[in-house]
């Protein structure tokens, strides 16, 4: 894995706000507590988790549009926002912080590969921080947090499996797999692409295995990074 | 797995044209030979294919908006249509039909469930008719095929695992995945979400091991519905 | 007249549903009841019905934009949404089924000319079957029918009114009518067009007779299906 | 009929441009010449026309939204608006005037009823000042006239066939048409539309006879105001 | 400056209605009053007031696109409303015409340059208008002036200071400057631009001096008007 | 002024990158060359420079709607952008660097204040290195500096003048500008809104004079950062 970091209280107004840094690729992870929820969990008392991703125009090699100036998120963009939401919604209990919406922005700044994982890996610390204020502010009594989640992705180059691909590997390998885990290393999301190459079973079977290392490790930091006990 | 027909030649001006019915979901599946191809490929030789998906506004139990009217595709719909046209990029050879692009429509009359994973499967027997088409009017010589490609739902139920889930069952399941693989048992896509329960890798096994199975028999299917030996 | 089916109960999920043939032109309808009426009917105690009109990307010989991708729908597909709207709006009795709306949802699945006035007949059907249902579950007590609409197109070929343009014949007319009219032989819409060729009073004459002809068999057919007693 | 007006040379930039006056609707109607044709034409030495449509946000009783804010032209707007546009392509040679586009359009600073066939009278003036200036610049040697074409409103108050209504009687008419027709008397467009109440062929007559008489006095106020020889 | 006029009542349904000149500008500038504040004043008990701009697409020397065509209004535009939007609040006391909102429209129907200048000017008479209209009304007791504004475009054209720059001078200026001011002498709005060649603070004085007396001109030309006092 | 600095090669793919703070607000300012015009300069040999400017949704005290989810930038987004690029392209010559556009992206990520003003600053540096690496690259022989230009808001609070205002002075502010001038002390840009409270001439003087002071220190730090002698 690229060297990993995660800077607490980025910017100042958010309720949680990481920047997220995995080799070159940096994302601002920030977490906003909004007092309504969708229309569909109106009157229900339960809260609802969201999640936006966005990309500056020049945090790519090449400049790409401006989705706001286009008009519309690309599909690619919707695709990512999406499972960080999935994701997130696993990592903590909807039922216990009242009829709240937690808001994700994900906004990459420099990208440089694994910007979908990164992106869920620093959520997972800015939405605990925001829990954590509403638990200091007195509004809920505990963070409702029912497991931590890691996000990492893998690739087979060569026929070797590798992790936390940068955008030059990612380029080179037949094969991509975006793993989303939780800290008893129980699946909430997987997805595996293989528009190039298509793999098999035992490829599958070590990508699998390399990720549920790499994410143990990532959710060891992210504790650390919380002073929160790793009792896994 | 629910009864599943393929109704070729449904419409009549499409080069390949599928009414698809997995239980009581329906889908019109049509491929469309283009002459032209993306910017990114003019001029060099290579041809494309992608995929869009819609639903029929009354497709479903209570009428959804129509997209068409609201002016936008909604993130579903994008992440569905990206994820055939990957899963179609990787049955054909891109480089063995010209600068043309195939286009593929899966338009769902009926929904109950399994929309993305029966349009996969419709979609490679209209993909497969085009070019067919293309191979009696010769404009190519032979059907630029690499690999058959199936795809099937399957979720984990009370622990037990079960295939190719209709829209209750969906909603009774802890997880649900959507598996795409060749006709050699290779995996192409592979989506898992967890969102309401997560689950081991036991869950997992299970799953792969059914969808592999039920992927087999489609592709069986879609073989002997073409006339195409089933070698593998 | 081309052969002509309708084939109710098409679809399962919607109040009313009916695959719509005149020759090779194939068009669902679907008619949907919500709960709801627009702003300026709510406290009224009266209804509202209005109509979409779509058309998948390849019902034609070439493949035509998907409109929900386009993020606009054109300005024909609106003029025909508005004529199906105002037709069947003067077939029932909008203050006798309460504050709903009736949705009519017209898709065409394959064109072959006559997609407005199929869309219309068949959506008759299918608003009546929504209506009896709404019957059969103690909602109203009787089908609020006004009376029964039919349409057809009509043109004149080389002097000669024909009825019912398929899409070849459609384009070699100079003129272009369609009609829209009760079981009584009464005018609800009328719409002619001459962008070719202008057409004098006789052939207009010509035309309106033929139209009312085959109009009073289309309403025939419309209620043998329906088992309504065809007392004019 | 009210009093109607045609002022040339309202706004100064406008190769045609007309303040169209039918009581107290009010209408600005420009011809705008551009060296160019739609993608369809390019290359055939054929010319186009077409209209756009809008309304002042205060044009009307009550302030209706600026469709530019909105983000879309209403379907009610693009009706309108495909119906001058079919309406002036009969008036004039497409083939007769280069490679160019005549664009029309009809934006209305004040609606008291008519305002779709008072745009079509002053656009025909418009249009017919723009290819007369083409004709003052050597551009064409003449005008490329087919026929010069009136639009008027008709309906049926009270069984009485009444003549260009205003907001008012036409809020109180049960049938509406809209009716276009060459110097000839030969039909156009025919647009009616019994939402309120059906009509029958008397009435159909009776619209008839009396928009025809309204239309050729509109045409001779057109061709005596551009001072063109009344040979009907 | 340019022969200025300001004809009141020049659409018959707008509270407001002035016909704007400014040598060859045109604009019609409506008022209209809506009984509802934007959600951020709901409760309050004030008013709102808010400006649109838009110009015929043939107000120019050549045709400019519909923006309700294009789907979105110009960054120009957005300016330019918010510029008259801002200007006339500074106009008006908002907490004394009760939970309403003012809505002006300004739509240039011909543009020979200081179109958003002379916008403010004739936007200035029709809320006065619409005021004094809803005094008669017994709706409020007296018109809620603060200060009558006035605006004005100056220019520096080869060293020399120039006032209500035509389209041509507007082009030949190396710097453009937009002032609004009170009836007072004191400053509104003040954009100054020097795209093209910097200005130093003698130019800067010098325009300013000229734009005071060239408001001044015109303030005491809508208080006449009016016939309202010139008390300064 | 609050503590200023600007964070050379803040990201690492723009050929100029900026983190701009002033105070609590922070911007990256990007500068990328592309190698094409608008299509208004092709063939001219002269090269363009625009400039697009964004917030993400959390950089505020709460969170706003994020542009790209709404489909649309607002109007104020426009109009800061618009000024930035009128700004810059004052600094550069634009004949001088070929057939290419200069993008400045400014993405605020943390905001308090002064934020379009801060983005010029910052995007003068950014498009400074971006020039500056084309000279290193043997592509341009100097970078095309006009001027070095400078930017501040300045406000009136009680009567004094303040400068740099950050979000809680200026919203206690009565009058509000911002100034854009070159380091010859030339004006580029000047906006003065008084929304709330008309500000009189010696105001103006008062804020210009301190703006000029600002702005020139201003430049001094941007000259000291890049290493450019303070000829001025």
Not at 111 to 139: L, N
Not at 199 to 219: H, P, S, V
């Amino acid at each position: 894995m690229r060297p990993i970091t995660f800077e607490r209280g980025f910017t100042r107004y958010a309720e949680g706000s990481v920047l997220t840094t995995f080799g070159d690729t940096k994302i601002i992870c920030t977490a906003s507590i909004e007092e309504r929820v969708p229309p569909f969990l109106r009157g229900t008392g339960r809260g609802w988790l969201t999640a936006e991703y966005g990309m500056l125009p020049r945090a790519t090699h090449t400049r790409s549009d401006r989705e706001a100036a286009r008009g519309r998120q690309s599909g690619r963009t919707q695709e990512i926002q999406r499972l960080i939401g999935r994701s997130l919604r696993a990592a903590f209990d909807l039922n216990a912080f009242g009829e709240r919406t937690l808001k994700l922005d994900c906004d990459v700044i420099q990208a440089d590969g694994g910007t979908r994982t990164a992106s869920i890996c620093g959520a997972m610390i800015a939405a605990y921080d925001a829990f954590s204020e509403m638990v200091d502010d007195g509004v809920i009594e505990t963070v409702p947090l029912r497991h931590f989640v890691g996000a990492i992705s893998v690739g087979m180059m060569q026929g070797i499996a590798m992790l936390d691909l940068d955008y030059q590997e990612d380029s080179m390998c037949d094969t991509d797999m975006n793993i989303v885990m939780t800290e008893e290393g129980m699946f909430v999301e997987m997805q595996g692409t293989a528009e190039g190459d298509v793999f098999d079973r035992i490829a599958l079977d070590n990508m699998l295995a390399l990720a549920q290392k790499g994410i143990a490790e990532l959710i060891s930091l992210q504790k650390s990074i919380l002073g929160v006990d790793n009792q896994y």
